[in-house]
């Protein structure tokens, strides 16, 4: 892999593919070859979509089309699906064409697993979800049904194997804040549902004082709270656990468990059994050498067994971290170059409650810790909304990446 | 129920009655009879009678004649206790005289029930108790021999069903402060033993983080606790609970569970098997339209089971605003005139702990709530002091309320 | 005991000894004899031995010779070890010579029980601890490799029936800190292996609130913790528990229990089981009325059973105070004078964190009590840094005691 015009695809065309590809165009040949492969045709503030759900933000404002900044960079767009990888070959493919890479990128994300719950999600099932602009625009419009009424029973959780129970924090608080400017908060019960072993657990086993700090927060905000909980079954009124309680309500968000992407889990050894990229230190696929990965696509073993499954979320701050790093790496085996650690990144969120907001800091992102920095204030939504706003226009213009709160 | 010359009766002097025939008064026409029968000549106002098992009030001081401030207002004011009611023929009876009423409002508050445990009470047991003058004033002279003594064991707490534990919270706090002031704390041993199923329930869940804020404090101040806690006897020098664990004791005093007063009790479908009045959310029986109830009289359902009984407390503050209610619907009924309800109150109370005191609002009483207030400061000791002053100036001249806190 | 020459022995040469022989020579006639008798030939500050094993601290900074203080105070000075104490005799006897006395002061601390689980200790075993200087120094070289190298595990403990556990809460601390500050935390484990059955118990059943101050620390530092904990072996590299648990090491630092000396367990009557004497309040032998004891080598009870033992630890403020009471007392028994209560005592102690440290203040010591303090903060390392520079002063010089904190 070293002399000739090098082709380098990238799967993906979120936090990690564009990062990714921003990131090798700066660092390769000017007469390499990128080619980012998105299922969709925008890149979409993921992290946002609970401002979505609650009605405060229109989907259309939360994305940017893909095709005009990337091609402006000399990286060429293909809006498809990947549905085939062929490691052997060196292609990837898509229903109308084939890639042919020297090295690839895979920044795919994940599918969810709905199928995993009898129920579950808002296509086939009853309960609503965040994680495209389609499903928050969904949620908003049956939450604003709930919410309209004059009482009601709202129900956010996680099914067991989830990883980014963020958003129901976040969607659970912000409920909470909702009804009570409309002074009928009294009215309605809310109840969080999650596979965690505490509150605050996050996937990470907490960060810092996280779970006390979440504890008292639900305790001030009477949402009651149903720990070690694996969802059985969703059915059209309420969640039936494991252990055959239910908990009926009116309005469901549930978050579900990921899966890595189908042409990922066709690949012999690429994945680990849910279909996750097992990585070396420096992003790369443990058995190709020249495939990388980032982001939600990758493997990450969680720091600690848990009653209920709960795996390590991947933030879209740790995704783009990772994303530089495996094309830094990707990079370095073109031209030469120091390689560097992906998988020991720090991580900065900032989780909503409409009222106040709670920032999160972890370097790295699991314990043990060098740092870690857990706060809650007004201040922190600004920051959220002021860092949405800043991260948009950077992957319009190609804008240097902020690493907040360092 | 609408021509003629009105007669309603108000049974009950505390703060619900003398607050539902203030409103009356407000809202009756000219002519309409208002009779308040009351069993005590004076309104106290019990929340301080604490203070008095300290030794840090006169009783005198809490306590405003009946009499001449209703009269000023044309309210005619019986002194005397309602033995029976029939609700067909609308007649209440004392020893003496009948009643009859177009209308009746019962805020009779409870009775004592100390025959629920053998040895409890002041009168033919062994504990103490703080809900009438004559009750803190005995408690206050027990008290005051024990602190003299050189060391001393000391069990505050409350019995199975109990619904009014504040005071014992505040007695256990306020003693430790004087033990501490004497400089003789380590000498003596406090013990708390509650029925909540943790400290700082109160009979309604919690209200926000106040468990946290209890348990650190009781660590603080290293009162001993013991909670789900079921008095089973109580002895000359101990309470024995009914796991047959023993609490040997100096002094000792049990806040005890509530009984709707008997005259209450003995009219079919009025109130439930303890003698509290099942009301719609205007107040008015379930059963008998002209019969509205207010305060400690009434039955509210706790907001979830605990394993051992705990009853949802009335404040002096909710039962002042449910006598305003109850009396504002009464009125609607022969004037005219909205409804309100009545039931979705909201309360804020001080629990005076000598040294310092807890400031706590919740809105409404029982959760989800809209809003909750959890403070800790001196600042909350001279709020209390100044509104004991202002209420019973309050009683005697019929000052507007004030709903402080809010 | 009252005419003629009197002969004062105190054995110990640390807060206990030193600080007794102090106050007598104040309290007896110029012409009584005090001699004493340490084992060591200088006064160590042994609160500040945990710095040595950090590195922070050259151990000869903390040591102070004892022979021309005691010497220009007119106080004998014998470098020896005491084997053996005749109580009828009164007399007490080293290797080489034979010490009459009126009276004794017994302050020579404990004996480190090592021998109590296998391979615990320094010497025989492969643990390491902190209360000499050779130990301190042994385990700053061991603890220097172990953070030297890329990655390790750290185990931090106290063996079954430790009193003084607090040194192991600082140096687990104290570690987090400095792995922090050389960014490589994430790759070393600590775990905190302890007998108490909660964190921040310290052998007291806890100060005020510092179980949930410690727990949060312990969060906020990822520090893993065992409560508890027995141990029933030390390997060459794990520590193995009761409940045969495995806890591996690269580096462990395990608190012993400590025993009393062995001069004192041969003395039928005179102390506990575990040669740690019986005294009255006044700190005298309960059998032999000469005979006085301060600090460490004096019997307390534990505030109440834990399910591993833990015994109440003895801090430097607390001896010196006892040694204070016990020569006071015994004085008064030569030249008259109100004996006073040695055993009811305050202590202040500060535990290091190397970036913050906690300031406990309890008076008593043991609960209930009149007054706490529990504060977190740099100006408490500040503090902790300035009172050792003083008290080695002190030391020096015998100027006055500074009760700090009160």
């Known amino acids: 892999m070293s002399a000739g015009r090098k082709r380098v695809v990238v799967v993906g065309g979120s936090f990690g593919g564009v990062n990714a590809a921003y990131e090798l165009r700066r660092r390769l040949p000017r007469d390499a070859e990128i080619t980012v492969i998105s299922r969709d045709a925008e890149f979409t503030f993921i992290p946002s979509l609970p401002w979505v759900t609650m009605g405060w933000r229109d989907p259309s404002r939360l994305q940017v089309r893909l095709d005009a900044p990337l091609q402006r960079r000399g990286i060429r767009f293909v809006h498809g699906e990947v549905q085939e990888l062929d490691p052997q070959a060196c292609e990837v493919r898509t229903s109308s064409q084939t890639y042919p890479y020297d090295a690839l990128v895979i920044a795919s994300g994940a599918e969810l697993d709905y199928a995993a719950v009898p129920g579950l999600g808002p296509q086939v099932g009853h309960t609503f979800s965040t994680f495209t602009c389609a499903e928050a625009a969904a949620s908003r419009d049956a939450l604003a049904r709930v919410l309209a009424a004059d009482k009601g029973r709202i129900v956010i959780g996680a099914a067991a194997g989830a990883s980014c129970v963020g958003p129901a924090y976040e969607i659970a608080m912000m409920i909470d804040t909702v009804l009570k400017r409309a002074r009928k908060r009294h009215r309605f019960s809310i109840t969080f549902v999650t596979p965690e072993p505490f509150l605050g657990h996050f996937g990470v086993g907490g960060i810092g004082t ?29 969640l039936i656990l494991a252990d055959a309680s239910e908990h009926p309500f009116d309005f ?35 058995k190709f050498a020249n495939i990388y990965a980032a982001g939600v696509a990758v493997a990450i073993a969680p720091p600690g067994p848990t009653p209920v499954p709960v795996a390590v979320p991947k933030t879209g701050h740790m995704t783009e971290l990772m994303a530089q790093a495996a094309a830094r790496n990707l990079a370095a085996e073109f031209t030469g170059g120091v390689k560097v650690d992906g998988m020991t990144l720090h991580s900065t969120c900032i989780a909503d409650a409409g009222d106040t907001a709670f920032y999160m800091s972890a370097d790295p992102f699991l314990p043990p810790r060098n740092k870690v920095i857990v706060k809650r204030g007004k201040w922190a939504r600004y920051l ?7 991260y948009l226009a950077r992957i319009r213009h190609d804008l240097p990446s902020m690493d907040f709160g360092w």
Chains 1, 2, 3 share one sequence.
């Open 252 to 286: 469901s968000l549930v978050i579900p468990a990921f899966l890595g992407s189908p042409f990922v889990r066709g690949v012999d050894g690429l994945a680990n059994p849910k279909g996750f990229i097992s990585v070396t230190p420096q992003l790369a696929s443990a």
């Open 210 to 238: 996280s779970p006390r700090m979440v504890q008292d927060e639900f305790a001030e905000r009477h949402i009651d709270s149903v720990v070690n909980a694996r969802i059985a079954n969703a059915g059209p009124d309420r």
């Open 384 to 390: 959220k909304l002021t860092f949405e706003r800043y």
